[in-house]
């Protein structure tokens, strides 16, 4: 089922745009607009489901294989000190978005990074010429 109110079931649907990164029967790979740091990315199921509570089972595990490749392309590109897979689930959580998805976070020593981070705005060039570097190790 897929809800056209729903920001993450409209890029799925390519019915809003996305710089993508990867795609597979299950989920869908792409750029964080808001990024808390070059190479911030989402994995979102395909399927609308809202949380870790609604996601079934055998699609959360086919979906972390996506989540550790761009993890693992994230981390050749960017060279992060560090990399935080991060799930929200709820408002208590942070949650902005009420469609299950997972963050792919890369880090580096002193960021100060806060789990709540706020969501600012990225430089639209700059996640697309990332999301390009990405591409090419993803295939
Ligand atoms: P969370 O706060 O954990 O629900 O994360 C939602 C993330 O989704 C947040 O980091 C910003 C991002 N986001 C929100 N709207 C859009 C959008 O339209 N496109 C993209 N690429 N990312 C979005």
């Known amino acids: 089922m897929a809800f056209h109110h729903c920001i993450f079931c409209r890029i799925v649907a390519r019915d809003a745009p996305a710089y993508i990164l990867a795609e597979d029967g299950d989920c869908l790979a792409f750029m964080d607009i808001n990024p808390v740091a070059p190479g911030h990315a989402l994995i979102v ?22 989540v550790q490749r761009v993890a693992q392309a994230v981390n050749a590109v960017f060279l992060p000190d560090g990399i935080n897979i ?27 990074l806060l789990m709540n981070w706020s969501l600012r705005p990225g430089e639209r060039s700059a996640i697309e010429a990332n999301a390009a570097r990405l591409r090419a190790i993803l295939g």
């Open 86 to 112: 991060v799930q929200s689930n709820g408002p208590g959580a942070a949650q902005s978005v009420p469609h299950f998805h997972i963050h792919v976070v890369p880090r580096w020593q002193n960021d100060d």
């Open 45 to 66: 199921a395909k399927q609308h489901a809202e949380n870790i509570f609604d996601i079934q089972a055998p699609v959360l595990q086919r979906l972390m294989g996506t």
